[in-house]
């Protein structure tokens, strides 16, 4: 069992900055694919990025590509979300997902693991 506790949320300017990180439980973190995902008011819960196992891999939605980064620490057992020049449209709130496969998953329906969220809001 997987544990995800994201934290980092809050409310930031646009064009400022924040990062998230998702801390995890367990000793097999550096085994599973991580990634982050965010639902706004009314919407569906959408992809945002992904890392592999050993980091060296990722994937971004389109709408954040160049301004998201997704990094790991398998020593600390921790994922962060760098968010940078963020708009009103990142408003969301984000959730941190886990799961044992190997390809960088778009969908919800591949992680296994979900952590509670935590809220962004972006003024302008």
Known sequence: QVQLVESGGGLVQAG???????????????????AWFRQAPGKEREFVAAISWSGGATSYADSVKGRFTITRDNAKNTVYLQINSPKPEDTAVYYCAAWAGAGLGRTTSTYNYWGQGTQVTVSS
């Open 16 to 34: 400022g900055s924040l990062t998230l990180s998702c801390a995890t439980s367990g000793r097999t973190f550096s085994t599973y694919v991580m």
